[in-house]
Every structure is written in C-alpha cells, then in structure tokens.
C-alpha cells in the first residue's frame, strides 16, 4: 500500500528517483508525486494516474541533491492533486511522504493552529512538525510522541536540505548507502544495482541522514547500532523481460520456482526443527491468513488434518482479531501465511495468537518482512519477488510450502521417510501442462458473462475460491464460489441459460458427487467447464491433469485458472497488472 523513495546525495536526476518509485507501483497507482530541492526551496510535481504521468511532468534532466517521491494508494481522501504525496506544512517548511494510518489525525487536526491543505491523514504531521518548531532530529522525534497508527515517514526541511529525517512503525522501511549517497524505501527492491547491503527499520525507530552519515535512533535519542542486511539476489528477477505483464510471467514462472521451494527445503533442512517433540506439545493446528492466503491457510488445514489427524482449521485474518481466541493457548501452533509479511491484519492476528501465549509460524515469501521477524519459527516460501496484484506463484509456493510440512509433520509422527520433495517436483513439471489454447477459448465464451459460478467439494472447493478470486481481481467478473453440495440449497435459482459453471472434480472421493451437482445446474441451462484428472469423462471443455495424487491438486488445477483470469482481463482491455482499487501488501487495517 503506497511506495516511498527518498534520496540524500549528491546529485541525481529526478528521473533516477522517479525511476526506483517505479518498482513500487505494484504498491499503488492512483497518484504519484516528488517533492527536491530547487533553489534552496522545496518545489514539487505530483500526477493523478500512474507513475508514467509524473515521469511526462518531469521534462528537464537537472539534478536535485535531496528529494523525497511517493506513489499512492488511497486511504483517506480521493485520488487527486490535493492528496497526492508530498504533503507540505502551510509554510512549505515540512515536506513528508508516508505510508500507514495516522490512527488520532483527527485529533491532531483539532491541535493544529492551521488548517491542513488535504483530505488526508498524512498532512496531519506535516503541519505537526512546523507548529511544534521542528528543526532537529531531537525535535522531530519528540513530534512522534503525538502520533498514533502505522508509518514509515521521510520528511525533508526547506531550512536543511541535505538532511533526511525518518520514522518507522509498523510500516515497512528500508535504507541503503552507496558512496555517501542514500537511498530510503519501502521495499529492498528500489536498491537493485544501487547498492549491495541495506538497513532495515523496526518499529519505533528513527534515522537522521546529514553530511554522507546516517544516524538511527529509537523514541528516547538513544543512538542504535544495526546490522547491514544481504540484497536477496532474487531481486533481480523484477524485471518483465519478453513478457508483455508481470502476472503473466509470473504464471509461467511457477515450475521455477517449485524447484527453488524444492531445492531450498532440502538443502537447509528447514524441517528438521519441527520434530517429533516438537509436535507433541500440540493439539490444534490453527491457519491464519487473507485473500489468497486464507485459501492457501485452508488448504493448509485440510493438509494437516488428513496427513497427521491433528485438528485444524482456517481463519481470515481480520475476522479473528475480533473473535474471541478461545483456542489461542500454549497447546495451539499458529501458521500466518503471508506472501508479503506485512499485511496489517495477519501482523495483528499475530500479535494476539503471542499475547495468549501461543507458538507462531510465518510462512511468507519476504524473509526480511515483519512477519517473519515477530513469529517464533518461520518457513520460507520461495516465490521469489511477486510484482502483480495478483497472487499466482505465491500461492502455489505456499501450497508447496504446506504440502511439504503436513507430509514432514506425518513422517515424524509416524516415523516414516516419505519422500515428499519428489511430489513437489512432478508438480513443478507438470503445473503448465494445460492446454492454453483450450484455456483461450474458454476465456472468450465466459468473458461477456457477468456471473459465472466455480464449484468443487472439499481441496477442489478451495481451488473454485482461489480461482474465482482471481477472476474477479483482474477481469472484475463477478465471480461466484460454492461448494458443490450447497448448489440445491438455494442457489441453483441463479442459474440461467448459459451460466458458465467451471467444476473441480479431481478428488476421487467426491468427484461423482460435484459432476451430479453439476449436471442439475446443466439441465437448468448451465454451460459447463471441468477440470479433472479423469481423461475418460468425455465431456467437452474439459481440462484433464495427468496426475494421480488428490493432494498434488490444489496446485495444479489452479495454474489453469490463473492463465484463465490473465486470458479474460487481457480480452477484457484491462491492464492484469494493476486492476482498478487493488494494490499488493495491504499495510493498513
Ligand atoms: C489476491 C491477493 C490478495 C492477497 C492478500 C494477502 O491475488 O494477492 O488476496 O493474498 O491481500 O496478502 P499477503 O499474502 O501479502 O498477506
């Protein structure tokens, strides 16, 4: 949820800066803008749209020694000028990027002397630091005593303009140093051939950039010493290359990254610590995520359950930070899947499973996330950076990820040696093997069809959530999902001639049972799609997977549907990428 660049050095164009904000544009897309140096002023330039209308708005190649740049996704106030980052104090003393929540703004708006110039929460603080004479990092420190909610801020001064001050809570932040030149954001991949090495923040923390040096401190000035951290060389693959969108690329780069998820678990035996003792110590297996990591969580638990007979269950994030965690207890293993590990509403689940006093696992692609720092044990997911909206080779990495520890958890319970690694690469071998000239002409038959229906039983069902979901993420087809068996239990009056119905039948146990709730929906009119792994079922738009392991299913039937959802966007004229109020890593609750 929104990107920030900012850069102390000196001297680069504000194309360069503009440039590194582009990688975040996968982070929001309603309006980008950059605020620099000019004649010992802060000017500034912002655009409604992409960041590809700033970049037309910036037409000389001047340099500017300190500039601070944002591409936004909006929380409070519309898309617009106005809102757009940088926001200024009314003086234009303060100028300041942020990502996050000002949880008491309004109260702060009811503080300040003058009224701020924007809708949002962010001008709030701008305005803050000049009414409260900000001039020091001392001052600027004190300031944040006033604020509440999620931030990473980074906030120039017109009175000092080879300075940077930064704040960081709960709001990812990073800084990376080359040659006395500095480069703050929010995600390490805006310091791919900048840098090697970067810091990072953790919450509370505050840095001061002046005269080629960096200073961090926590909320009292005590200076802080840290640790540089390894640029992930999986960075480099932020690139499109021959393809024409990142979901794209992503779809095909799935048997990839399978052998990496494969290759990774073996080589760092990152199993071995969940051991028989380990497991013992527990009696309920609870999986927390959202959106494509609450299915993935589902099937998580599904796994769980069948392969170790340990009970399990699936909770959305946001819905179970306001339940009551009866079960959150020393005898409940928490997993929160999370292919950023930074959505806020999974960081607060975390947060309470702890407080309980609960043992917690983050399975998340981002190792260096909050996430991952904050749980007890943490197992990789081996994506690689996922730049579309869209989830695609996350979700198959977390479903790998899954497999792989419910198959472990079983051969430590049963003292046994199956072999699941070798399970992980057939999936890897055989995940693109569909047709994608059938998928094409499946895609122009539903795509003018305004409610299609996906429907399965069991792991097949969570196939018909997850693929449904993408459906209406980047094609904005209202999508619906059932469980097969619920279909006669009201909602089969929907269907009309030609509702398209897109059934999963590849589980042996129930396959009989969804293809009969298919054909009620049939006789009433339905045009029906099935994906299965049985060739013999002589149907037409049939979409077989030659591969006989119901567990291996819930990744392979999805790789279709992701093709399917890119297929109908495309056809539709929008762009996958970067659907319409979406942006990737929801920060905010
Ligand atoms: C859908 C999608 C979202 C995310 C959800 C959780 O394609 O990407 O539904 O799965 O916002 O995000 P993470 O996994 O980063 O916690």
Redesign the pocket.
Known sequence: MCGIVGYLGKGRTRQFVVSRLKKLEYRGYDSSGIAFNKDDKIDNVKAVGNIANLENLITDENEVQCAIAHTRWATHGKPSVKNCHPHSSQSGVWSIVHNGIIENYQEIKEKLKTPTDSDTDTSTVAELLEERNAKTIGDFVEVFKEVQGSYAIVAMNSNALDELFIAKNRSPLYVAENKGEYLVASDPICFVGFAKYYYSFNNYEYAHIKNGKIKFFDAYMNELKKELVELDDCFEETQKFEYEHFMLKEIMEQPEALKRQVKTYRDTNVLAKFNKEFIEKFDYISFI????????SMVGARYIERLTGIRASAEI?SEFIYKEPVFANEKTLFVF???????A??LMAMNIAKEHGATCVAL???LYSS?AKQADYVLPVCAGP?IA????K??VC?LSALYMFARHLNNQIEDKQYNYLKDIELVSSKILDFDQEKINHIADAIKDEMNPIFIGKDLDYIAACEAS??LK?VAYVNATNYPSGELKHGFLALIEDGTPIIVFATEDKVRTKTLNAAHEAVSRGAFQITITNDGGLGYDNLIVIDVDNEYLMPMLEIAPMQYLAYEVSIKKGINPDQPRN?A???TVE
């Open positions: 995520g959202c959106g494509t990591a609450y299915h993935a994030a899947v999370s292919q950023s590990g930074e959505t509403d999974t998340t692609n981002v996430l996922e909206v869209a989830s695609t996350a979700y977390q979901l993408k993420e979406l990737k890593s929801v």
